[in-house]
């Protein structure tokens, strides 16, 4: 059984015992007027983990997976509906672009100050040099909520779906490319 305080918080955690990159988040969440709902949980690597997450958030966290084409010079972050499966062949044809893969460990830290596991739209923050295109399965547009990890898996938001398109996303300065899946 997963640990999990089970309050929700609306505010900015302390900083003692937390990480920098998830600590930066949330003056940016204040400073744009995006409320959250704030849920600290043991460490989850994957979306099948966060099941008992999503029940005390009332969402469904979203699947961000880092990619990269076949010849290692385009990279990707894919957020997806947790519940759908990843195919890289339509995704793929859809941006124009070779056959996808996961970027490795290495890339993902270096390009989004972010390990396996804790790949989050917020990993964009850390993408100056824009080396990262974001992919949004076009079905997130249809939730009221989104959930994500502030850049750290010990730790699940919950925000309007409206303020991630409208205010995050500008914020992060990281146009969208809509596919379906």
Same mark, same amino acid.
């Given at each position: ?12 955690p302390s900083p003692e015992g937390r990480l920098e990159k998830e600590m930066a988040i949330y003056p940016i969440l204040e400073q744009l007027g995006i409320p959250f709902e704030r849920l600290d949980h ?17 969402? @469904? ?42 970027? @490795? ?37 249809? @939730? ?9 898996? @010990? ?27």
């Amino acid at each position: 059984m997963m640990r999990i305080d089970p309050t929700l918080y609306t505010t900015i955690p302390s900083p003692e015992g937390r990480l920098e990159k998830e600590m930066a988040i949330y003056p940016i969440l204040e400073q744009l007027g995006i409320p959250f709902e704030r849920l600290d949980h043991e460490a989850v690597a994957t979306i099948e983990d966060c099941g008992e997450i999503d029940r005390y958030l009332g969402i @469904t966290i979203y699947k961000n997976l880092f990619l990269c084409n076949s010849k290692k010079d385009h990279y990707y972050l894919l957020v997806m509906p947790g519940d759908k499966t990843f195919k890289s062949s339509p995704i793929a044809q859809q941006i124009g672009s070779t056959r996808l893969s996961f970027g @490795t460990p290495e890339v993902l830290e270096d390009y989004l100050n972010l390990t396996p596991g804790s790949v989050s739209i917020t990993g964009l923050l850390y993408d100056q040099e824009k080396r990262v295109q974001l992919l949004i399965d076009e079905a997130i547009l249809e @939730t009221k909520y989104f959930g994500f990890h502030p850049c750290i898996n @010990t730790t699940s938001l919950k925000i309007k779906t409206s303020d991630l398109i409208g205010k995050l996303i500008p914020y992060l300065d990281h146009p969208i490319t809509y596919v379906t899946i």
